[in-house]
């Protein structure tokens, strides 16, 4: 297992470039079966995108990924070998579903996993698969589909979830009939993947009250494009600005625009920036103040921001108070807080509250999931003393060489294997 050691740093660089976004890149990777071949560029390189290139190879797809430029030929595929075994490292995996059932009518691969923070079912996913005509079936771990979908016109609602539009709109691009996804997902790696499927060729209508129509359409043999990059780093990065940078950061290809809830709730606490095309400079942050933060779908307050943003709260005068509406699981993490002397109160599965400021003191912690992980290398970078923190293996899912490029703008952290 690895773990990080933080000490104690000061700030060598001003400015830091945001990586590609894991979830857009995820999707659009799984994407790229339905073509013959594909090249994606600036696809971050974690440890997910990994596990997908491990699945595709098991196909039989020819894959290079080098610098950041993923390329696929799919002339050979074969599903007898797939490494079905390998879905339940990841949610995201769920994403190949639909291409697999469009290209060889059935699949079987062990129930999706990916971080634990709460019920994550996959229920809409599948009940919206039945809907569209495939058959399903679980057996312990396994999961499998098979058959065709209908060529009816058909309605699937995808009730604001993420996994369930992306796998939806997937699925829509093998049929024959049109597909109407009510209460649609719109974050911004949807519309990454939906951009990037249009210029392909398909033919994705967006309505203002979130009803993607998806009408049959012959794709292009070939699906190229730039994944964006990730607001969720581009976020945590600005509260490591905040609370670390000696005068201010420089963040490049921070996606601005799609931060306005974040941006907007931590001016609220104090936190001083600027923006200028899309570099995002924020300051060092005094005086900082409590707040209250409820997550939601975008363009809500990013759920994947709530951890970092707890970090910020114990270090702002005031009760702050954090409301995750979208999983129950997401505030426990906190209890590896409470173990740096964070004052912290779990007051249900939803709500946490956080009583500032407090000096954090370094000690053994853990990482419990993708983004508290980074939250507590935050809390480290913060604390006096030394932090180990370990199961570091969930950030390096998610955020591309962190350590790395950490260390390149603010000294003191190291991995040992
Ligand atoms: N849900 C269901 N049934 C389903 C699908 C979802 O009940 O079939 C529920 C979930 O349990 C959750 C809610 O609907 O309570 C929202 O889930 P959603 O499908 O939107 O989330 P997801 O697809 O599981 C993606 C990201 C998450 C991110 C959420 C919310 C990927 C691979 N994962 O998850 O990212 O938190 O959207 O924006 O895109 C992360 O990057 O750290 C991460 C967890």
């Not at 290079?64 to 490292?89: G, M, P, S, V, Y």
Request: hydrophobic share 40%; net charge negative; glycine share 8%.
């Amino acid at each position: 297992m690895s773990i990080y050691t933080i000490t104690w740093g000061a700030q060598t660089r001003w400015e830091i470039w945001v990586s590609g976004s894991k979830n857009a890149a995820l999707p659009l990777i799984a994407s790229t079966l339905l073509f013959e071949t594909a090249e994606l560029t600036n696809v971050p390189d974690i440890s997910d995108v990994h596990l997908m290139k491990d699945i595709l190879e098991s196909l039989g797809s020819k894959v290079t990924f080098e610098k950041n430029t993923f390329t696929i030929d799919n002339a050979h595929l074969n599903i007898t070998n797939l490494r079905q075994e390998l879905f339940k490292k990841a949610r995201a995996t769920y994403y190949l579903i639909p291409p697999l059932l469009s290209r060889f009518g059935e699949v079987s691969l062990t129930y999706p996993g990916g971080c634990s923070i709460g019920k994550r079912p996959i229920d809409g996913i599948v009940k919206g698969l039945e809907k569209l005509g495939y058959a399903s079936n679980q057996i312990d771990e396994l999961l499998s589909f098979h058959g065709q979908s209908h060529a009816d016109d058909t309605s699937v609602n995808a009730y604001f979830s993420v996994g369930s539009t992306i796998v939806l709109i997937l699925a829509a691009l093998g049929r024959t009939g049109t597909t109407t996804i009510e209460l649609a997902a719109y974050e911004p790696h949807v519309m990454n993947v939906i951009e990037l499927l249009r210029e392909a060729g398909a033919d994705i209508a967006l309505r203002y009250d979130h009803t993607i129509i998806i009408k049959s359409t012959t794709l292009k043999k070939h699906l190229t494009g730039k994944v964006i990059s990730d607001y969720i780093v581009s976020g945590t990065l600005a509260i490591i600005g905040a609370l670390t940078a000696e005068e201010y950061i420089d963040i490049h290809d921070a996606r601005i625009g799609d931060l306005t809830a974040f941006l907007t709730s931590i001016e609220k606490m104090w936190v001083r920036f600027e923006k200028k095309d899309d570099t995002l400079r924020v300051y060092r942050a005094k005086n900082l103040t409590a707040a209250h933060i409820q997550t939601n779908i975008y363009p809500g307050f990013p759920t994947d921001l709530q951890s970092p943003t707890a970090i910020l709260m114990s270090q702002a005068d005031g009760v702050s108070r954090i409301h995750e509406i979208l999983f129950e699981g997401r505030l426990n993490w906190l209890v590896e807080l409470e173990k740096m002397r964070g004052h912290i109160a779990l007051m249900n599965p939803h709500e946490a509250m956080i009583f500032g400021k407090t000096a954090l003191r370094g000690t053994k912690v853990s990482s419990w999931d993708l983004r508290s992980g980074a939250a507590m290398l935050i809390a480290g970078m913060i604390a006096s003393g030394t932090t180990e923190l370990d199961n570091v293996s969930h950030i390096e899912r998610g955020y591309e060489n962190f350590v790395e490029r950490l260390q390149g703008i603010w000294a003191k952290i190291e991995k040992q294997n």
